[in-house]
């Protein structure tokens, strides 16, 4: 038997009770007030270490029990604290669940987010994707391109020769070729609405259509993979591109990074993209070595170019940070930008060899 005090859940009225468990039913009686209810019935509030305990009734009745006797009570009787409740008061328990919600976490950012944004990629609606592509293309018209200087009749030649090439896998995928004058040096890169960019700067540099047409392969890769749709989910969140769905497109999009020119895809899919190219071509009986080549000399070319940079007396000690935000950076301070395919596409050796190896495999 311990002491409690009854509150009637109507006035304010303390009525000093003795309450007694037993065989799962609390009763208690006091002078004005005798009541029995059995246990399961009770809202029993968690166990704190200077409060007193409430027994909450259906009807709103209440009982304030501050012997520490009520613990053992209970427990005789059956009742135990909810899992929650127990975790809590064991500090190994509690140490346990935190760093397991840390894993969690870092797991969910890690693999859910890539496979959320994956599966979102496949179920979005066609006209998303060619909303979310007008969009970025505006944008990297507005800010990087220029109309390609390429003579009409190269840029017809081009087109059609690609057109002309057996795509792999016996699936076709759409896509629309266009050229553009970049400032940005040679580049290539492909939008989730189907374009694939070219710079002129890239064709120039190639001087060899195998290069041209096997890069262009690369980037047919990114699109049969959605890539670029998948890569943007990952960066910018599902609600982001939720967003486009009922709010006003172009005011997300001005949200969104830049990032397409600068778009770091992980190394799986340049991998995929590569793979793409490397079957596209060997069925077109194109070799691979002048893509890497090309690759080559975009490599010269690009430390050749900060070379000057660093002996122009510009400040090229954050190169990296050029890498990872060149959006950012612009305006700020006209350096000369070096976005290429190259930094867009960390391009090693293993890569080259890669492809190379490929000519010799046939
Ligand atoms: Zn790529």
Redesign the pocket.
């Known amino acids: 038997m311990i002491d409690a005090i009854y509150f009637d859940g109507i006035s304010a009225r303390r009525h000093p009770v003795t309450l007694m468990l037993h065989k799962g039913v609390a009763a208690f009686h006091g002078e004005e007030v005798r009541r029995s209810i059995k246990l399961s019935r009770l809202d029993i509030s968690e166990r704190l270490a200077h409060a007193p305990r409430l027994l909450r009734m259906p009807d709103g009745a209440c009982l304030e029990v501050n012997d520490p006797g009520l613990d053992r009570l209970l427990r005789a009787n059956g009742y135990r604290d909810p899992w929650v409740v127990r975790w809590q008061q064991n500090w190994p328990l509690s140490l346990f669940a935190l760093v397991s919600l840390l894993a969690a976490l870092i797991a969910g950012y890690q693999w859910g987010l890539p496979w959320a944004a994956d599966n979102f990629a496949q179920h979005l609606p066609a006209s998303i994707e060619k909303k979310i592509g007008e969009g970025q293309m505006t944008l990297i018209d507005e800010r990087y391109m220029q109309a390609s200087k390429l003579d009409p009749a190269e840029q017809v030649r081009l087109r059609r020769m690609f057109a002309k090439l057996q795509q792999p896998y016996g699936e076709k995928v759409d896509y629309r070729l266009e050229f553009r004058d970049s400032r940005i040096g040679p580049n290539a890169f492909a939008l989730p609405n189907g374009v694939i960019v070219m710079t002129d700067q890239l064709v120039q540099l190639a001087q060899d259509d195998r290069a041209v047409m096997a890069v262009l392969g ?2 047919l890769g ?1 699109l049969h993979r959605r890539h670029s749709l998948r890569r943007l989910l990952q960066a910018a969140g599902v609600g982001v591109v939720m967003h486009m769905f009922i709010g006003d497109v172009s005011s997300a999009l001005a949200a969104l990074p830049t990032f397409l020119i600068d778009q770091k ?1 992980s190394r799986d ?2 991998r995929e ?1 590569d793979q793409y190219a490397i079957e596209m071509m060997q069925a077109n009986e194109v070799p691979l070595s002048p893509m890497a080549d090309l690759f080559v000399k975009m490599g010269e070319a690009r430390s050749a170019n900060r070379h000057a940079s660093a002996e122009a007396g510009e400040d090229d000690a954050d190169d990296e940070d050029e890498e990872e935000a060149p959006v950012n950076r612009r305006g700020s301070k006209q350096r000369n930008t070096w976005l290429d395919y190259m930094s867009s ?1 960390p391009s090693d050796d293993e890569r080259i060899a890669r492809l190379k190896a490929a000519d010799d495999g046939k």
Do not use: G, I
């Open positions: 690369h980037e990114h895809y899919f340049e993209a596409h």
